[in-house]
T-cell receptor, first 111, second 114 residues
Framework: EDKVVQSPLSLVVHEGDTVTLNCSYE??????LLWYKQEKKAPTFLFML????IEKKSGRLSSILDKKELFSILNITATQTGDSAVYLC???????????FGKGTLLTVNP | NAGVTQTPKFQVLKTGQSMTLQCAQD?????MSWYRQDPGMGLRLIHY???????DQGEVPNGYNVSRSTTEDFPLRLLSAAPSQTSVYFC?????????????FGPGTRLTVT
């Protein structure tokens, strides 16, 4: 059974801090790993990673995948209050059409 | 382009009642999925479809039915609602052309079963 574990489950930081969110996974047949941001509504897509060692970047957010050690990290630099959200990691493995999600990391950025 | 739409936004049911949650997308996406999200549980896949006429079960399919008669619509039916089905339900779609795994989510339906 595919499994995705995120840590920490929650995190409180101050504006300007840098944070690292972790995602480890077990899959029968790895295809891709995805990160989503969820505010008080539907998740929105951030990154998709398929290859080890290639960093994806979007502004202050970046993510990297390690397929050997089966984990990914999401970094957010110079955090802002608007970064407060639940960050979800998901893995596609075993089947082309299914995503297995982790429980998410609740990030709170205080001014 | 409305993206993925879901109706209703909120619903309260009594135990044993049935209802259909509607989901539609106007992006001509082949793949559609239904998830439920419970506090502290992330998203769990209920059913999914890879095209019109084709559906399959996800991780938590019991108590739910789906059908896909058109590319655009993917309704989720609760046959006999139970309090354990109190949750937020998200529909999602994705395209094989852009990458199957980049799913676009609807705004969600918050369902309470009393």
């Amino acid at each position: 059974e595919d499994k995705v574990v995120q840590s920490p489950l929650s995190l409180v930081v101050h504006e300007g801090d840098t944070v690292t969110l972790n995602c480890s996974y077990e899959v029968t047949n790895f295809r891709s790993l995805l990160w989503y941001k969820q505010e008080k509504k539907a998740p929105t897509f951030l990154f998709m990673l398929t290859s080890s060692g290639i960093e994806k970047k979007s502004g202050r957010l970046s993510s990297i995948l390690d397929k050997k050690e089966l984990f990914s990290i999401l970094n957010i630099t110079a955090t802002q209050t608007g970064d407060s959200a639940v960050y979800l990691c998901a893995n596609s493995g075993g089947s082309n059409y299914k995503l297995t999600f982790g429980k998410g990391t609740l990030l709170t950025v205080n001014p | 382009n409305a993206g993925v739409t879901q109706t209703p936004k909120f619903q309260v049911l009594k135990t044993g009642q049935s209802m259909t949650l509607q989901c539609a997308q106007d992006m001509n996406h082949e793949y559609m999925s239904w998830y439920r999200q419970d506090p502290g549980m992330g998203l769990r896949l209920i059913h999914y479809s890879v095209g019109a006429g084709i559906t399959d079960q996800g991780e938590v399919p019991n108590g739910y039915n789906v059908s896909r008669s058109t590319t655009e619509d993917f309704p989720l039916r609760l046959l006999s609602a139970a309090p354990s089905q109190t949750s937020v339900y998200f529909c999602a779609s994705s395209s094989a052309d852009r990458g199957l795994y980049e799913q676009y989510f609807g705004p969600g339906t918050r369902l309470t079963v009393t």
